[in-house]
C-alpha cells in the first residue's frame, strides 16, 4: 500500500501496452497535452506576476515613493489607501478569470486525455474510493 | 514584555469569557471524539478521507490560515501604525493568490497523505533522504508556529489578569497544550476540522459584528472613520501614510520588504495550509473550497482593517499602546468600549478558540509528517501496516505538543509575530522553491531538493540568529551582547532567493535521469489521473 513511489517507475518502460506507465510517457508527447500544460503554465505565471508581484510594488511604491502614495484623493482617502483597495478587487478580479480560464480550457481537455488514460474519474487513490458511501456519521453539508 | 496595571476587561467578562470557553472546548472536544476514526485507517486520519464538502473546507481552511496573531497583532498594528497595518493585511490576503494560481491543483493532482508524498512521485530514487529534509523542515516550521500560538495564549491571559505569574502562565500552557494534543491525537483530521469550522464561523461572525457596529458608530461615514483615527492617533494625517512604523530608514523599509514577501510566499508551503489542500476529493472541491477560503479570509482582512482604524479612533493610540506597546491589546479594547463586557467576553473567547484550532492543525501536520514520512517510510522503509502507521501518529502529536509547551515555557521574552514570522520565512524559503520547482521544473533533482531543502532552513535561521532579533537591541532575546551582523529582523528578502538558487545549484551540478517519472509526474499533476 504504501510502496511509494509505485513500483513501475522501477521498471524500465517496456513496449508491453498493459503496464499504466507506458502510456503515461506517450501521453506526455500527446499534442493536446502539451498545450494543456502551456495553458496552464503561461496563466498561472502571468496572473502570478501580476497580482503578487503587483502588490510586491505596491509595498515597495509606499515605502520608497511615499510622496506620490499620500497624494489626496477625496477626503482622507490617499493614493495609498485608494491602491490598497484596489488590491482586493484586483485578487477578487483575478480569481473569477481563474475560475473561468479552468473551466472552458483546462477542464475539458484534461477530462479528455483521462480518458484516453482509460480512467473515467479523477478519484483519488482507488482503494478508498468504494468505502465512502457507506460513511454515515460525517457526512459533507 | 507587556506591562499591564489596568488590565483591559472587568470581572464580569472575565468569568463570561472562561463560560464561552469552557463551553466551546467542551462541545468540540465531544464532537472530535464522537467523528474520531474508528477504524485504524491512515486517510481517514491524515485526510479525514476526502469527503468533505466545499464550504466546509474552505471554512477549515480559513480556521486553520488566521491565527491570533492576525486577529490581535494585526489589528493593533494598524491602530498604532495606520497605514502600515493595513499594508500587512492586504498581503495576509494576496497570499491566497499564490496558492490558487500556482500550487493548489497540481498538488492535489499528484498529492497524496503529506507533502513528502509530492516530491517522493517525483524524485523516486533518492525520496527516503529527501522525505528526511522535508520532515525536518516541517517539524521546524510548525514546531516554531506552535510555540507562537501556545505564547500567544499567555500574552491574552495578560490582558486579562496582569502579569501573570509563574503557575498560572505555566498552567495556561499546559492547558491549552493538552486540550491541543487531545484534538489532533483522539480526533485526526476530522477533529481539527470540526474546531477549525467552528473557530471560523466565530471569527468571521465576530469581526463583523464588530466592524458593523463600529461602522455605525460613525453612521457609514468611512471618511469621518478615518479623520477620527487620524485626530485621535495624536500624529495626524501622518496615520494614513505611509512610513509610521517602518518609515526610518532604508534598512526599515527593506525590513518590511522582506517581511511582505515571505508572508505571501510562504503561506503556500505552510504545512498545515498544504495538508488542507490535499483533503478534498476532486478539483473543482478543491477551487470551490479554496475560492470560499478566500473570501472569507478577504472579508476577515478587511474587517480587521475597519477594528484597527476603530480601535485609534474611539479608544485613541496612546491607550491602546499604554496597555500594550505592540498593540495586542487593541481589539479587546475596542470591543470593551464599544460592547462592554459581552462583547469583550465574545472577542476574547474567538481569539482562545482561534489559538486552539491553528495549534491543531499545526500539530496534526507534524504528525503527519513525523508520521508518514519520517517512520513510515525513512525508518520502517514503507513496510510499516496502518494501524502501526496510526499509533505512531497518535503518539507523534503528543510528543509535538509536549516540545511545544516545553518552549513556550522557556522565559524567552519574544513576541508572537516574530516567531510566527520567522516559520513564514522558513517556509518560504526551504519547502517553497522545492515544492515549485518539483512541480514545474523539468530538471529538478533529488540533490537539487536536499540542498534547497537544507540550504533555506539553515540560511533563513542562521540570518535570524545574527539579527536584531536575537541580540543588540533591547527588545532582543538578548539585549546586553551584540553579535548582530544582519541588519533585518525578516531573512526573508534574502533567504527566500538563497533557497531558489541553492535548488537550481543542486540540480544543475548533480542532474538526474529520472524523465520517465518525471512525465508521468507532471501528467498526474494535469491530468490527474491517479492509481491507487
Known amino acids: ?141 | 514584555m507587556v506591562t499591564v496595571s489596568a488590565s483591559v476587561a472587568n470581572r464580569l467578562s472575565l468569568q463570561l469569557t472562561f463560560v464561552l470557553f469552557l463551553s466551546v472546548v467542551v462541545v468540540t472536544l465531544f464532537t472530535a471524539l464522537l467523528t474520531a476514526p474508528q477504524r485504524d485507517e491512515i486517510s481517514e486520519f491524515y485526510l479525514g478521507n476526502r469527503n468533505m464538502s466545499a464550504l466546509r473546507n474552505g471554512l477549515a481552511m480559513c480556521g486553520d490560515y488566521v491565527s491570533a496573531a492576525t486577529l490581535l497583532g494585526s489589528t493593533g498594528l494598524v491602530a498604532l501604525t495606520g497605514y502600515d497595518g493595513l499594508l500587512y493585511l492586504g498581503g495576509t490576503t494576496v497570499a491566497w493568490m499564490t496558492v490558487l494560481l500556482v500550487i493548489a491543483e497540481p498538488l492535489h493532482n499528484s498529492g497524496r497523505f503529506t507533502l513528502g508524498d509530492t516530491l517522493a512521485l517525483r524524485l523516486p530514487r533518492l525520496h527516503r533522504p529527501v522525505r528526511l529534509a522535508l520532515a525536518i523542515c516541517t517539524l521546524t516550521v510548525t514546531t516554531l508556529y506552535l510555540v507562537a500560538q501556545l505564547i500567544g495564549s499567555v500574552a491574552l491571559l495578560t490582558q486579562f489578569i496582569g502579569e501573570p505569574s509563574q503557575i498560572t502562565r505555566t498552567l495556561c500552557v499546559v492547558v491549552i497544550g493538552t486540550i491541543v494534543v487531545v484534538y489532533a491525537a483522539l480526533g485526526g483530521m476530522p477533529g481539527a476540522t470540526f474546531i477549525q469550522v467552528v473557530k471560523a464561523v466565530m471569527l468571521v461572525a465576530g469581526v463583523a459584528i464588530t466592524a458593523v457596529v463600529v461602522l455605525t458608530h460613525f453612521r457609514w461615514n468611512v471618511n469621518a472613520l478615518l479623520s477620527a483615527a487620524a485626530h485621535n492617533s495624536g500624529v495626524g494625517p501622518r496615520f494614513l501614510e505611509s512610513g509610521l512604523r517602518y518609515g526610518g530608514g532604508i534598512t526599515s523599509k527593506l525590513d518590511f520588504f522582506s517581511l511582505e514577501l515571505a508572508i505571501v510566499l510562504g503561506l503556500a508551503a505552510l504545512p498545515h495550509v498544504v495538508m488542507r489542500l490535499l483533503a478534498p476529493r476532486t478539483n473543482g472541491v478543491l477551487r470551490t473550497s479554496v475560492v470560499w477560503a478566500m473570501g472569507l479570509v478577504g472579508f476577515v482582512c478587511l474587517a480587521a482593517g475597519i477594528l484597527g482604524l476603530g480601535a485609534t479612533a474611539i479608544v485613541g493610540r496612546e491607550a491602546i499602546a499604554r496597555i500594550d506597546p505592540r498593540g495586542d491589546a487593541a481589539v479587546l479594547l475596542l470591543a470593551q468600549s464599544i460592547g462592554g463586557g459581552v462583547l469583550t467576553a465574545l472577542i476574547s473567547c474567538l481569539a482562545f478558540v482561534t489559538l486552539l484550532a491553528v495549534a491543531a492543525g499545526l500539530t496534526l501536520a507534524a504528525a503527519s509528517s513525523l508520521a508518514h514520512d519520517l517512520y513510515g517510510e525513512v525508518v520502517r522503509k514503507g513496510r510499516a501496516t496502518q494501524a502501526e502507521e496510526l499509533g505512531v501518529a497518535r503518539m507523534a502529536a503528543a510528543v509535538i505538543g509536549l516540545l511545544g509547551m516545553l518552549l513556550a515555557l522557556l522565559p524567552w521574552e519574544t513576541s508572537t509575530a516574530s516567531l510566527a514570522f520567522l516559520a513564514f520565512a522558513i517556509a518560504a524559503s526551504a519547502i517553497l522553491p522545492a515544492l515549485v520547482y518539483s512541480l514545474f521544473w523539468r530538471r529538478f533533482s533529488a540533490h537539487g531538493a536536499l540542498l534547497s531543502l537544507y540550504g533555506g532552513l539553515i540560511c533563513s535561521i542562521l540570518l535570524v540568529v545574527f539579527s536584531p532579533v536575537v541580540s543588540s537591541t533591547p527588545t532582543s532575546i538578548y539585549p546586553h551582547v551584540d553579535f548582530a551582523w544582519f541588519p533585518l529582523q525578516n531573512p526573508g528578502i534574502v533567504s527566500i532567493p538563497a533557497g531558489f538558487l541553492l535548488g537550481w545549484l543542486g540540480s544543475v551540478l548533480r542532474p538526474h535521469q529520472e524523465t520517465v517519472a518525471q512525465k508521468e509526474f507532471e501528467i498526474r499533476a494535469l491530468v490527474g489521473a491517479v492509481r491507487g
Open chain 1, 1 to 141: 500500500m504504501y510502496g511509494y513511489p509505485p513500483q513501475q517507475t522501477n521498471r524500465p518502460p517496456s513496449p508491453a501496452p498493459t503496464a499504466d506507465s507506458t502510456r503515461y510517457p506517450s501521453l506526455y508527447e500527446h499534442p493536446e497535452f502539451q498545450s494543456l500544460r502551456r495553458s496552464f503554465r503561461t496563466f498561472g505565471a502571468i496572473a502570478a506576476t501580476l497580482v503578487v508581484g503587483g502588490f510586491l510594488l505596491y509595498v515597495l511604491l509606499s515605502s520608497f515613493a511615499s510622496r506620490v502614495m499620500n497624494r489626496p484623493l477625496a477626503g482622507h482617502l490617499t493614493l495609498g489607501l485608494a491602491l490598497g483597495l484596489a488590491q482586493f478587487a484586483v485578487v477578487a478580479f483575478a480569481v473569477w478569470r481563474y475560475t473561468v480560464h479552468m473551466r472552458r480550457r483546462i477542464d475539458p481537455a484534461a477530462r479528455r486525455l483521462r480518458a484516453e488514460l482509460g480512467r473515467p474519474e479523477p478519484g483519488r487513490a482507488g482503494r478508498e474510493r468504494p468505502r465512502v458511501p457507506q460513511e454515515g456519521r460525517f457526512r459533507a453539508w
